[in-house]
C-alpha cells in the first residue's frame, strides 16, 4: 500500500480552484518529482499533504490514516512529514546546532543534552559539524540548504517534502543538492520535491508529474515529455529535445 494516498484533492483561494481533483500515490522509498509553470498550484499541493494549507475537499491517506480528519493532532502530522523550503528557512537569530536540535526539544521533548547529540550526529552525516556554532548569514546558500535538511531529517520523518530545495542556488551547490538527495534515497528516505531545475529532475527520479493550472496532466519520463503530443508540455520540456 502507498505511504501516502492523495485522492480527489481540491483546492480553492476565494472562490478560485488551485488544485482540481489530484490524485496521488506516494510509496515508501519514492522520489517522485513535481514540476510545473509558476502559480500551477505546486507548493499548495505540498502544503496540504501536512495541512499547512487545509484542503477545500478530497482526501489523504498517509499509512491508512486520514490527514484531513478534524481531529488529527497537526503537530504529530508535521513530524511525519518534514520540510524542506526554497528560502532554507532557518532562524537567523539560532546557531546550526541550535537550528537542527530545536524542533528535536519543542516536538519531540527531548531534554538539552539529548537534542544536541542528535542534532550533532545529524550535522555530521551533513558534513556541517565544523560550522555547528555559525549563525545562518555566515554560511553559503549550498550550506544552509544542508542545515535545512539536516534538521528536517533529524525529526525522523517518514516523508521528506521538498520545495525547490535548489533554486536559490549556482549550479554546483544544485548539484551537491542532487547527489545527497540521491544519497538519501538509497538511504531508503521517501522525498516528494518540486523543482524548475530539469538537471535536478533527471538526476534523482525517473519520471516526472507536470502539474498544469491545478491538474497533473502527465506523469512520464521527462524524454518522453518532451516529446509529448501536447504542445504546451512538450515546450516545458522543451530544453530536453535534444536527448
Ligand atoms: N494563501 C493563499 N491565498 C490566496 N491565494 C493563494 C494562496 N497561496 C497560493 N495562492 C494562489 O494559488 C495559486 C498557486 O500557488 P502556488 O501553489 O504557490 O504555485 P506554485 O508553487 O506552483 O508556483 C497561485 O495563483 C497563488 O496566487
Ligand atoms: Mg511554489
Redesign the pocket.
Known amino acids: 500500500m502507498a505511504l501516502i494516498q492523495v485522492r480527489d484533492l481540491v483546492k480553492e483561494?476565494?472562490g478560485?480552484t488551485?488544485l482540481s481533483n489530484i490524485n496521488l500515490d506516494l510509496r515508501e522509498g519514492d522520489v517522485r518529482v513535481l514540476m510545473?509553470?509558476?502559480?500551477?498550484?505546486?507548493?499548495?499541493?505540498l502544503r496540504c499533504l501536512n495541512r499547512l494549507?487545509e484542503p477545500t475537499s478530497g482526501s489523504i491517506i498517509f499509512r491508512g490514516n486520514e490527514v484531513l480528519d478534524p481531529k488529527v493532532d497537526v503537530r504529530e502530522l508535521r513530524k511525519q512529514i518534514g520540510f524542506v523550503f526554497q528560502q532554507f528557512a532557518l532562524y537567523s537569530h539560532l546557531t546550526v546546532l541550535d537550528n537542527v536540535s530545536l524542533g528535536l526539544r519543542k516536538l519531540h521533548k527531548m531534554g538539552k543534552a539529548e537534542a544536541k547529540e542528535r542534532a550533532l550526529l545529524e550535522l555530521s552525516h551533513f558534513d556541517m559539524t565544523a560550522h555547528q556554532s555559525k549563525y545562518p548569514s555566515q554560511l553559503s546558500g549550498g550550506q544552509k540548504q544542508r542545515v535545512a535538511i539536516a534538521r528536517a531529517l533529524a525529526m525522523d520523518p517518514a516523508v521528506l517534502v521538498l520545495d525547490e530545495p535548489t533554486s536559490a542556488l549556482d549550479p554546483v551547490m544544485s548539484r551537491d543538492v542532487a547527489d545527497l538527495i540521491n544519497r538519501l534515497h538509497g538511504e531508503g528516505i521517501t522525498m516528494i520535491c518540486?523543482t524548475h531545475d530539469l538537471n535536478l529532475a533527471r538526476n534523482i527520479a525517473d519520471t516526472v508529474m507536470f502539474?498544469d493550472r491545478g491538474v497533473i496532466r502527465a506523469d512520464d519520463r521527462i524524454d518522453v515529455l518532451s516529446k509529448h503530443a501536447d504542445p504546451e508540455i512538450k515546450a516545458f520540456f522543451g530544453a530536453e529535445g535534444s536527448l
Do not use: D, E, I, P
Not at 510545473?36 to 498550484?41: D, F, H, K, M
Open positions: 483561494f476565494n478560485q488551485v510545473g509553470a509558476s502559480g500551477s498550484g505546486k507548493s499548495t499541493l494549507v518540486v502539474l
